[in-house]
Antibody
């Protein structure tokens, strides 16, 4: 059974770069059947898809965040990572990693990591 | 960008049927996925591709999609179904995942 676990700093200063890693167990990020996504949820609000990466390194990002987002994959560690630059308080959220099933043009997300709260504050 | 609209809340008595709608322009031409999120927990996929259920999801959860509205139906509602529910589609124009606004289901 595939499990995902997010890790990284819980506090980031404004204008700095948020960095998170998702470690996959019970499965492989090198599987050609899946895409690996980051999704976030501001406190008390809804879900926002950030982007995904394929094991080959191919990526796709939410246009609203594209200029600030980089997602990378490390197949040797069975991990994928998120970097979000120039953060502001509006980037405070619970960040989830998730496995994307289905084709690249119709991903659904299952399973999800437990999520990690990142607060942007000085 | 593509917008998905859900009612903020739905209330239902135990044993009755809850219907949660997800509105979008010609959403019937897209595949719709649904997630359940309980307080303090990560979302869980309950329906994908309009009406398919992942393994382990009760048959009480079903989905339909036509025209401008997709619907998640929860039959024989139980107290444990109380949660937020989100619909999700893939926006082919932006090549991006899009979530609905979310619906809080309250079991009376």
């Amino acid at each position: 059974q595939v499990q995902l676990q997010e890790s990284g700093p819980g506090l980031v200063k404004p204008s700095e770069t948020l960095s998170l890693t998702c470690t996959v167990s019970g499965g492989s990020v090198s599987s050609g059947s899946y895409y690996w996504s980051w999704i976030r949820q501001p406190p008390g609000k809804g879900l926002e898809w950030i982007g995904y990466i394929y094991y080959s390194g191919s990526t796709n990002y939410n246009p609203s965040l594209k200029s600030r987002v980089t997602i990378s994959v490390d197949t040797s560690k069975n991990q994928f990572s998120l970097k979000l630059s120039s953060v502001t308080a509006a980037d405070t959220a619970v960040y989830y990693c998730a496995r994307g099933g289905g084709p690249f043009y119709n991903n659904w997300f299952d399973p999800w990591g437990q999520g990690t709260l990142v607060t942007v504050s000085s | 960008s593509y917008v998905l609209t859900q009612p903020p809340s739905v209330s239902v008595a135990p044993g009755q049927t809850a219907r949660i709608t997800c509105g979008g322009n010609n959403i019937g031409s897209k595949s719709v996925h649904w997630y359940q999120q309980k307080p303090g927990q990560a979302p869980v996929l309950v329906v994908y591709d309009d009406s398919d259920r992942p393994s382990g999801i009760p048959e009480r959860f079903s989905g339909s999609n036509s025209g401008n509205t997709a619907t998640l139906t929860i039959s024989r509602v139980e107290a444990g179904d109380e949660a937020d529910y989100y619909c999700q589609v893939w926006d082919s124009s932006d090549h991006a995942g899009v979530f609905g606004t979310g619906t809080k289901v309250t079991v009376l």
